[in-house]
């Protein structure tokens, strides 16, 4: 079975910039999460899709960042303008109600992005 | 809102060294605890808890949860260099949809 693929690994853009990162969950889990991990601290939610509906995006910046999960698959997330205190890991992860080992989550390797 | 902290921070031990670290929480409607390994990006999956007092054991780690306390311990025992990562503790929630809050984590330093 892949696992959950996301793109780029890294990213290196300047202040003010915009990035976008993409995410393709694990064929058939309805539930997509973005979750933002700077460095010395845990993951932390941005958003969460079930299929292509949003059900919590409480944690995510609205002004900058802005997510999308089209045909409820693929995900992209876009922060524009990038701030300095952006630069973190972007981890995406999906899930299903299905799935009972490993609590039914499956990490994709993330992308890490500095802003300068 | 809930809460996951981890203790200690960080911590630096040498090979052979049995490790204990610690995730108290503070979450409503608790479905699961989960404990992952981080070496460089992605978590990777350690333990799932669910029931009080039963320990769930891989090799050299093993974890229990207390949900009357409200805490959990990871155990490493015979501590390898192999063994250095940030070790994550997450909670989820007893509706559907998993979604995880976690601790800050404990950045475990082995060596030789």
């Known amino acids: 079975e892949a696992g959950v693929a996301q793109s780029p690994r890294y990213k290196i853009i300047e202040k003010r910039q915009s990035v976008a990162f993409w995410c393709n969950p694990i064929?058939?889990?309805?539930?997509l999460y973005w979750y933002q991990q700077i460095l010395g601290q845990g993951p932390k939610l941005l958003i969460q899709f079930q299929n292509n509906g949003v059900v919590d995006d409480s944690q995510l910046p609205k002004d900058r960042f802005s997510a999308e999960r089209l045909k409820g698959v693929d995900s992209t997330l876009k922060i524009q303008p990038a701030k300095l205190e952006d630069s973190a890991v972007y981890l995406c992860a999906s899930s299903s109600i299905r799935d009972t080992g490993e609590g039914g989550y499956t990490f994709g390797s993330g992308t890490r992005l500095t802003v300068v | 809102e809930d809460k996951v902290v981890q203790s200690p921070l960080s911590l630096v031990v040498h090979e052979g060294d049995t490790v204990t670290l610690n995730c108290s929480y503070e979450?409503?409607?608790?479905?699961?605890l989960l404990w992952y390994k981080q070496e460089k990006k992605a978590p990777t999956f350690l333990f799932m808890l669910t029931s009080s007092g039963i320990e769930k054991k891989s090799g050299r780690l093993s974890s229990i949860l207390d949900k009357k306390e409200l805490f959990s311990i990871l155990n490493i025992t015979a501590t390898q260099t192999g063994d250095s990562a940030v070790y994550l503790c997450a909670v989820g929630p007893k509706a559907a949809g998993n979604k995880l809050t976690f601790g800050g984590g404990t950045r475990v330093l082995v060596k030789p």
């Open positions: 979450v409503t409607n608790f479905r699961s």
């Open positions: 064929s058939g889990h309805a539930t």
